[in-house]
């Protein structure tokens, strides 16, 4: 598949309405964690019970993934992502209307769904309109994907507290759903179809040994990231912080996050060898972990920063090295569908293992300890992405 060029007008508001359909695909999550508490007030949810609502979704989101560009291909890209904005908004908008944990969970679930049909789609669009710069695009995307749970962080408590109403809190969002559905819209008569592959049957990756080796590292590092945006919030409760607290301190780490996500990608887009740009965010993680466990209470800002810089430079990075590995904007689309799909299915169990490891041991640093195990095992697979041997391994 060629790539497809787009005037320079058409490129910038294509790009603000990709930012912000990406600022809708972390809120249904990320609102969650800082109004656990009361929420567990009106719906009875144990933790493990509670981490049902940042698993499920993600799990939809990597199942999802596999059957995201199939449909794409018979309703056509521009369609697919109206369809999935308008299921993430009305999941986030029934939200108003729940009383049970099911509901809660369901409504979670649908999210996740629409949620993965668009991050099926993305990362295919962005490396055949913007094939120059994927690097900084590919950052500006996350980013703003990381954005969007900054702003259901810090402000979600903050609804609460202005409502009285945690369903309000949670429910907002979709107005930001309807903000993207308008701007998205407007694309449908600039926005040129993907040219088709013909005939040919669409790329399987299961038999191929390094998109697992891609596909477990994405799912680690996101394993991270959801642990930290299910559970971070309620740590800081469990210490002695407000819930309006908590959600400003998750809210800080998101913005770090949003400043890696656009830094570090430029940064890397210079070199063709990106391992080193890659464990020194692995290390900022693990420190992060380490101050979390051993000295929550002092430097309680530091901590979120480090997590925040490391993991939000983090996962764009495992996108854009996945993407090297292929000049074919489809077959890489294919890829990062594979990658992200096996990934999210990974990350998906994180946090209900870390709920679990709280209900048995009445603490999170059992789960805080664990990841930074994890982390650490990423930095020796961090030594396999030879950019000189992408071409051996995926042919």
């Given at each position: ?111 996740g769904v629409g949620i993965a049909l668009i ?95 891609l596909a477990i590292f994405f799912g680690l ?59 020194g965010l692995l290390v900022l993680i693990i ?109």
């Amino acid at each position: 598949m060629e790539n497809v060029q787009v005037k320079p007008t058409t490129a910038v508001w294509l790009m603000i309405s990709v930012v912000l359909v990406a600022l809708n695909l972390r809120p249904s999550m990320a609102a969650v964690g800082p109004l656990l508490s009361s929420i567990r007030v009106d719906v009875p949810l144990s933790f493990s019970s509670a981490a049902l609502l940042t698993m499920l979704p993600v799990m939809a989101m990597g199942l999802a993934m596999f059957f995201g560009m199939g449909l794409a291909k018979r309703l056509g890209e521009h369609r697919s992502i109206v369809l999935s904005l308008l299921v993430i908004g009305l999941a986030t908008l029934s939200r108003l209307f729940l009383d049970s944990a099911l509901e809660l969970i369901v409504s979670a679930i649908a999210a996740g769904v629409g949620i993965a049909l668009i991050q099926a789609l993305m990362p295919t669009l962005i490396k055949s309109r913007f094939s120059t710069d994927v690097s900084l695009f590919m950052g500006l995307y996350v980013t703003a994907i990381m954005g969007g749970a900054a702003l259901a962080a810090s402000l979600s408590p903050l609804v609460q507290v202005r409502t009285g109403s945690w369903r309000i809190g949670l429910a907002i969002w979709a107005a930001l759903a309807l903000l993207a559905l308008v701007f998205w819209y407007a694309q449908r008569s600039v926005l040129p179809p993907l040219p088709q592959a013909g005939s040919t049957p669409r790329e399987s990756f299961f038999s191929n040994r390094r998109a697992w080796l891609l596909a477990i590292f994405f799912g680690l590092g996101t394993a991270s990231y959801t642990c930290v945006l299910a559970w971070l919030a309620p740590y800081y409760v469990e210490q002695g912080w407000s819930e309006q607290n908590a959600g400003l301190l998750l809210g800080l780490l998101t913005a770090m996050e949003v400043i890696s996500g656009l830094v570090t990608p430029a940064i890397a887009n210079r070199r063709q060898d990106k391992r080193g740009v890659i464990a020194g965010l692995l290390v900022l993680i693990i420190l992060g972990f380490c101050g979390l466990i051993l000295s929550p209470q002092h430097w309680s800002l530091l901590w979120p920063c480090l997590l925040g810089l490391g993991i939000g430079g983090l996962f764009p990075m495992s996108l854009i090295v996945s993407l090297d590995h292929l000049d074919n904007p489809r077959r890489a689309g294919s890829l990062t569908a594979f990658v992200q799909g096996i990934g999210y299915l990974i990350a998906g169990v994180s946090p209900l293992i870390a709920g679990v490891i709280r209900d048995q041991l009445g603490s999170f640093e059992g789960a805080w300890w664990s990841l930074t195990a994890v982390t650490a095992v990423m930095l020796l697979m961090v030594l396999r992405f030879n950019p000189r041997h992408y071409v051996r391994h995926i042919r």
